[in-house]
């Protein structure tokens, strides 16, 4: 019988784990075996103090054959509740890609390439058509279809609750295993305790050992006397009887001897006794960590699909999306990917993978494998790297990211150059750079053309940094942030607000030249494709220009997203203390909200008075699981200074958050600070 750990989409390296650790639980069986025949197959002396020694070690393997039969018990428990459970996965995973392929089925038989598309009808087109069509044999058709789909959802919605079921499952089956792992452990540090006993009291040396065992035995033991008794388990075990001739050296000798014997037999016996329970819990521990892990990715991918069909869904009810029936017969072969590689041979899955190819070609005459791995990804889907490059196996693309910061370290007077490019090797799927200042340090309070570019190049990630000939630059960190192109998750731009930028007083009444005057600039921005729900927004400096001018002693800027709705949002960005010619940069990313593998936030500070800086502690809601996130971004988004100094530097990241510090340092002194942060898994 397959272990549970492999039953669902196995890798190389959890096969080889699962199948090591059931050889540990052999081993551990068999010398469980040996010791029982030591322990077991000695009967009891007819003299009961002879048998001392014994029956002190035999109680030891009586409790450790007690647990390890409750442990037995509970694996064999624990496989029948879970294949259970499999099998109603199984079924799960059947049902739902008989429901995608019938989808699809109704999805070729429309007329149209755009699934959305009501041309044929004349109710999407300005300009009246003149086309004989049966509208309701269209509509009706179109009813199937939106039928089929939501089917489709109800079934990847059973097969997500059934994977989180099983999840659930093997966690209640853990924590009844590590009842019977403590008890297994603190049997271990009894036999321990025992075996150091009888190393410290007669040792390893011959020599020694001998020396002791004769003063033992020499020593009178009598009852009713001070120091009649034995003082720990060896003088008991090797004590000399009054009624044995105490005289009698041949006696005394051979009683020793026996004695010795006897406990090294014991001895060797209980050390493969710990030697089992050792090899016993580490081979649990490892079934355990790969059945856990194989049942989290399994909830994954039941997660994505159920996803995927959500998204479909919506692109359906939304005539505003270009949905293809291209896009709808990838997917497909994606799904069967997936089915097979999740329950490996299949009757349904082996006929899918046979019959839909050849259905879509008769049906649409399209190429599966040309025009499909060609069309644009609409729907949400990632699966692992296939590993095979089969005609009609779908080609999938997993998420990547790089992340890097730059430091220009401090020399405490600005540097010459003008000028730093930073060059990275980067994989050739990551076009998709956004670099952002983390840290800011000018010599003087209006900096001038401060600039942090990132440049697209087929071999490098280069991040540029350029500096005007109003200020010198004493230090900085730019960080760059890299996103494969299909990486759905997020969505990323700019916009540049220059000196010519339309600068609205937003409080009627103040003049323009006042010096306190506030000037709110603001665009609108669109998304590529619109979210599934309003999505979080985070924006990041990555330009800075202001005027040197006497006048001002300070640089106030921010900037922040406003009316954010799934399609887009209004950017704002403000300065005030009476500047007017300011020019910046400002980089967004956004993300849907509900992303499970995405944290992102903000940090704010305002004061009447000048403060040097802020500290803090941000928490992860909810935290990340198990480790903490591989990507942390983290960069400026506003501030108000006395002097060109910003920035934010985080530390003791954990899986539920990190501290941070924010703000200025040295003779710098802020009233306002804005701060983005984003945490990837």
Not at 43 to 61: I, M, Q, W
Not at 269 to 291: F, G, P, V
Not at 598 to 615: A, F, Y
Request: hydrophobic share 40%; glycine share 6%; with cysteine.
């Amino acid at each position: 019988m397959v272990h549970p750990a492999l039953a669902f989409a196995p890798t190389l390296q959890r096969a080889l784990a699962v199948t090591q650790a059931e050889q540990q639980l052999t081993s551990a069986k068999a010398l469980r075996a040996e010791v029982g025949q030591i322990f077991e197959g000695t009967a009891a002396s007819t003299h009961p103090e002879a048998d001392e020694l014994r029956n002190d070690f035999v109680g030891l393997h009586t409790r450790a054959k007690n647990i390890e039969a409750s442990h037995e018990e509970i694996i064999a428990r624990r496989d029948t509740s879970i294949c259970a459970v499999h099998k109603l996965i199984t079924d799960s995973f059947e049902f739902s890609l008989n429901k995608t392929v019938r989808m699809m089925m109704h999805v070729l038989a429309w007329p149209e390439e755009n699934l959305n598309s009501m041309r044929r009808l004349g109710i999407d087109t300005d300009s009246a058509i003149d086309i004989d069509v049966d509208v309701e044999s269209d509509l009706n058709l179109r009813q199937r279809i939106l039928r089929s789909v939501s089917r489709a959802r109800g079934a990847y919605m059973e097969l997500s609750d059934r994977s989180k079921l099983l999840r659930m499952t093997i966690d209640t089956w853990n924590r009844r295993h590590n009842a019977i792992a403590d008890q297994i452990a603190c049997l271990q540090l009894e036999v321990a305790s025992v075996l150091a006993e009888v190393d410290s009291h007669l040792g390893s040396d011959i020599t020694a050992r001998n020396n002791n065992l004769l003063e033992i035995a020499q020593t009178n033991f009598s009852p009713g006397q001070d120091g009649g008794q034995p003082r720990n388990k060896v003088e008991s075990w090797f004590k000399t009887s009054t009624n044995v001739a105490a005289h009698n050296a041949i006696a005394i000798s051979t009683r020793i001897t026996t004695r010795m014997a006897q406990l090294d037999q014991l001895i060797s016996a209980l050390k493969k006794t710990d030697e089992a329970l050792s090899l016993r819990l580490a081979a649990s521990a490892t079934l355990n960590e790969e059945e856990t892990a194989a049942v989290d990715a399994g909830k994954m991918k039941a997660s994505l699909l159920l996803q995927s069909t959500q998204d479909i869904e919506k692109a359906m009810t939304e005539f505003s999306v270009e949905c293809n029936v291209e896009d709808i017969v990838r997917h497909v072969f994606a799904v069967i990917a997936c089915s097979a590689e999740f329950v490996g041979s299949n009757t349904i899955v082996e006929r899918a993978q046979q019959e839909v190819p050849k259905y879509v070609t008769s049906r649409r005459g399209l190429q599966p494998i040309g025009t499909l791995r060609a069309s644009k990804k609409l729907f949400q889907f990632q699966l692992d790297p296939p590993s095979s490059s089969s005609d009609h196996q779908f080609l999938s693309k997993p998420h990547y990211v790089t992340f890097v910061t730059y430091v220009l370290p401090s020399k405490e007077e600005p540097y010459e150059e003008k000028r730093w490019i930073f060059q990275t090797a980067r994989p050739a799927y990551i076009p998709r750079p956004l670099s952002f200042f983390k840290k800011i340090d000018t010599d003087r309070c209006g900096p001038s053309d401060v600039m942090a570019l990132c440049t697209d190049d087929d071999t490098a990630l280069l991040s540029l940094v350029k500096l005007g000939t109003g200020a010198g630059i004493i230090s900085f960190d730019i960080s760059t942030l890299g996103l494969s192109a299909w990486d759905q998750r997020f969505q990323m731009g700019e916009s540049y607000f220059g000196e010519t930028s339309l600068w609205e007083n937003k409080l009627c009444g103040w003049l323009d030249d006042w010096p306190g005057g506030e000037r709110i600039s603001t665009r609108e921005v669109n998304f590529g494709r619109a979210f599934r729900s309003p999505p979080s927004v985070r924006l990041f400096m990555s330009y800075l220009s202001a005027e040197q001018d006497s006048r001002y002693n300070s640089l106030s800027t921010s900037s922040w997203a406003e009316n954010v709705t799934t399609c887009g949002f209004t950017l704002c960005t403000k300065v005030w203390n009476g500047r007017e010619k300011v020019a910046l940069t400002v980089r967004w990313i956004a993300h849907d909200s509900q992303e499970a593998t995405v944290r992102s936030g903000e940090i704010q500070h305002d004061s009447e008075d000048w403060v040097e800086n802020i500290k803090g502690r941000i928490q992860f809601q909810p935290p990340f699981p198990g480790r903490a996130p591989s990507v942390l971004a983290i960069g400026i988004t506003g501030f108000e200074c006395d002097f060109g100094q910003n920035q934010i530097q985080e530390h003791n990241v954990s899986s539920d958050g990190f501290d941070f510090v924010a703000g200025c340092w040295s003779h710098s002194r802020m009233k306002h600070g804005r701060w983005s942060w984003v945490a990837i898994e």
